[in-house]
């Protein structure tokens, strides 16, 4: 266990300073689909440009991951915290001044790499913030301050571009992030328990760095192969992502045999129901992430849309997935696995009912809204049990690996979510789209997500009936549980 040397004196301006920290990145991860529209007007780039402002954030997340909750074992978590919250700063003040697309992508893969090292310190932090007796008062104001985040964040973001407050459009989406930035670490600085870490454990660089490489090669074909008229070099890629990444699986092995602590446990893919989770995650993150960029691109570039009306549109699904949450929050105990099956076909309900307007002459934002509403509320009844469901067949002495994985692989879904989704969308509309090209491009990319609707119904067959803590054995007290991590899911 870590060293906590500085007690509890201020835990809950400790709270407030991870819950911005935290907010931070919820925002940074929704703001694409409202500000990519004006972002293109402004620095041009083509449509894949568009995909890599989100799939380049989500990659790096994703890879980052990996080794972020470890650093704050290492060194320290508040010391790790705030060293993410200075370089996600720094990487939004980049954003906000880049001069050209390129520049913006690539601010945003350091946002997503800092935040990777921000994030997984949270939880960790308020459990040592706050004595038992308080602990759950704490964890209970995390989930609706983290939810209406969610719901307010692409409210926000249209406000600050349609302002437009001494012409910064959509520069202001990032500029935010510069006081609450500074909150967070003058808060954190101030509260948050200092720890000395444990510098004996070793950080597995090499495996991260194999795993984000393989990442990369299997991204990158599928957001250029449109642009590049998927020449022979693209398929290499694909190809060397899998020998990349079966590379990584036999370093994992090789470091476990030698004992070395590896990068993830692999032995977590023989239990069937977690094998069939990381699939249904992957599925499950896709299908949406893909789905919100398509709507949120032809509500402003198909319906000529302002920002801040098209992200008034789309706060249908964000309450639904608020109003969803509560429901499964209260339920779970009871209904376990038939949540996900219950939220799967609210998901698909809203989506023909998507795809019914989108076949009609009345398409707008009232004609979309219950359809949105229904969406969003069946999805936000997975977000809940969803990982503790995964982890239910997992033993304590693996939940932190098979966490951290899981919440790795959810960023590469909602990656290849952009990149395959993405494609079908731009490549659907043509040299000089009209509003009927963007009205078809739409109702494919609602078939294809209720398509793989129809395979996380299936999937979600293999998984454990009931979540951790409801009927599975209970993780040990210093394992990262994935019930503590499940909030992250909402962003």
């Avoid at 301050?145 to 001494?166: C, E, K, M």
């Avoid at 870490?197 to 449109?226: C, E, N, T």
């Avoid at 570039?301 to 801040?308: E, F, V």
Wanted: glycine content about 14%; charged content about 10%; aromatic content about 8%.
């Amino acid at each position: 266990m870590t060293d906590i040397r500085n007690l509890r004196t201020r835990p809950w301006l400790g709270l407030f300073a991870v819950l911005t920290a935290l907010i931070m990145n919820i925002l940074d991860s929704t703001i694409v689909t409202v500000a990519a529209p004006s972002i293109q007007e402004s620095l041009g780039g083509s449509y894949a440009s568009i995909q890599w402002l989100s799939a380049g954030y989500t990659l790096a997340l994703a890879t980052g991951l990996l080794t972020g909750g470890r650093l704050g074992d290492m060194f320290g978590r508040r010391r790790v915290l705030l060293v993410g919250v200075c370089g996600f700063v720094a990487a939004s003040l980049a954003c906000a001044f880049a001069p050209t697309a390129t520049a913006l992508i690539g601010a945003r893969v350091l946002q997503g790499l800092f935040g990777a090292v921000m994030v997984p310190q949270g939880f960790g932090l308020i459990r040592d913030l706050f004595p038992p007796q308080q602990i759950g008062k704490a964890f209970g104001a995390l989930g609706p301050v983290i939810g209406l985040s969610t719901i307010l964040g692409p409210i926000v973001a249209g406000v600050l571009i349609d302002a437009d407050v001494a012409g910064t459009g959509w520069r202001a989406v990032f500029l935010i992030n510069l006081p609450m930035g500074a909150f967070a670490f003058l808060a954190g600085r101030a509260a948050l328990p200092v720890g000395g870490g444990q510098r004996s454990q070793r950080l597995d660089v090499l495996g991260m760095l194999i795993a984000g490489v393989g990442m990369f090669l299997l991204v990158y074909p599928l957001v250029q192969g449109r642009d590049q008229g998927w020449p022979p070099s693209l398929f290499a890629m694909l190809g060397a992502a899998v020998v990349v990444l079966a590379g990584f699986v036999v370093y994992q092995l090789r470091r476990r045999a030698s004992g070395r602590t590896p990068l993830v446990e692999l032995s977590v893919f023989a239990k069937r129901s977690y094998a069939s989770g990381v699939v249904f995650v992957i599925v499950f993150f896709g299908s949406i992430v893909g789905f919100s960029l398509s709507i949120g691109l032809f509500l402003q570039l198909g319906l000529g849309y302002s920002p801040m009306r098209a992200s008034l549109t789309t706060t249908g699904w964000a309450v639904g997935a608020f109003l969803g949450s509560g429901f499964a929050a209260t339920t779970m105990g009871k209904l376990g696995r038939k949540l996900l099956h219950i939220g799967l076909i609210g998901m698909a309900i809203g989506l023909v009912g998507i795809i019914t307007v989108l076949s009609t002459t009345e398409v707008n934002q009232w004609t979309l809204l219950p359809a949105l509403l229904v969406y969003g509320a069946g999805m936000g009844m997975i977000f809940v049990p969803l990982f503790d469901i995964i982890m239910g067949e997992i033993g304590d002495h693996e939940v932190g690996s098979a966490s951290s994985m899981l919440e790795s692989l959810q960023q590469m879904g909602a990656s290849l979510g952009v990149a395959v989704l993405g494609t079908v969308f731009f490549s659907s509309l043509g040299a000089r789209p009209l509003i009927g090209d963007f009205v078809g491009a739409s109702r494919i990319v609602a078939v294809l997500a209720l398509g793989l609707v129809a395979v996380a119904f299936a999937l979600a067959f293999r998984l454990p009936r009931s979540a951790r803590g409801h009927g599975a054995p209970a993780p040990a007290d210093n394992d990262v549980v994935a019930s503590d991590e499940r909030v992250l899911v909402e962003a």
